[in-house]
């Protein structure tokens, strides 16, 4: 067998951030129209049915590609924001106008914890999604309390800045998509490290070697 050639073919990924970020902006704007009483309670179980078939589905796909792209920490805050999502939208769903859940404000404060750890792990290639990641762990947080506390306090706050994240999510959706068009960073994108090097030498690359491509490179 000595001298046989190999031949490896490695088929190139996009960054699943732009979906995982794409899914997390709708899932906050519908969930924060909640909190905010935009939308009666008599519509839970429909915007269960939003979380479930809209940011779950997203941000599951995202998760699976980011550890296809060898990044397990972008996969790590994928899949618990999936499953997150998931798991108020099955609430909502079954729990019709019953206003708190103690069980869902339990899981909320356990997903904030698991997701600041994640987004602590990926601020060290990628601070912007970290950042969104960051305060999307507040927000869970806040709506935790919220669960268990049934102070609308809380709620609001968590709705206020479930906003801010929508806004920041779809910076990053349009950032990323920009990037992966055109190769290198066009909007501020702050990747350092592993990050940056994942597409070229820097912010002026204008052609990108095949061992920096996404699903080669060694992260999203």
């Known amino acids: 067998m000595d001298g046989v050639p190999v031949r490896i073919v490695l088929r190139p990924i996009g960054s699943p951030l732009t979906i995982g970020m794409a899914g997390l902006a709708i899932a906050s704007f519908v969930q924060s129209g909640v909190e905010l009483s935009w939308v009666s309670k008599s519509q839970s179980a429909q915007t269960g049915l939003i979380l479930l078939a809209v940011p779950f589905v997203l941000q599951l796909l995202a998760s699976i590609f980011s550890y296809f792209a060898r990044d397990g920490a972008a996969g790590a805050a994928l899949g618990v924001?999936?499953?997150?999502?998931?798991?108020?939208?099955?609430?909502?769903?079954t729990a019709g106008t019953a206003r708190t859940s103690?069980?869902?404000?339990?899981?909320?404060?356990?997903?904030?914890?698991?997701?600041?750890?994640?987004?602590?792990?990926?601020?060290?290639?990628?601070?912007?999604?970290?950042?969104?990641?960051?305060?999307?762990?507040?927000?869970?947080?806040?709506?935790g309390i919220y669960q268990l506390s049934s102070s609308g306090v809380w709620q609001?706050?968590?709705?206020?800045?479930?906003?801010?994240?929508?806004?920041?999510?779809?910076?990053?959706?349009?950032?990323?998509?920009l990037e992966d068009q055109r190769r290198?960073?066009?909007?501020?994108?702050?990747?350092?490290?592993?990050?940056?090097?994942?597409?070229?030498?820097?912010a002026h690359a204008q052609v990108v070697d095949i061992e920096n491509e996404a699903g080669v490179r060694q992260t999203t």
Do not use: Q
């Open 81 to 93: 924001l999936a499953v997150t999502w998931l798991a108020v939208g099955l609430v909502d769903i």
């Open 102 to 143: 103690g069980s869902l404000g339990l899981a909320l404060l356990a997903a904030a914890a698991v997701l600041a750890c994640s987004a602590a792990a990926v601020s060290t290639a990628k601070p912007l999604p970290a950042t969104i990641f960051l305060v999307t762990a507040l927000r869970f947080a806040c709506a």
């Open 184 to 202: 290198h960073p066009v909007l501020p994108t702050f990747r350092r490290g592993v990050g940056a090097s994942a597409i070229g030498n820097g």
């Open 156 to 177: 609001n706050i968590a709705g206020i800045i479930g906003l801010l994240i929508t806004a920041g999510a779809t910076y990053c959706v349009f950032a990323f998509e």
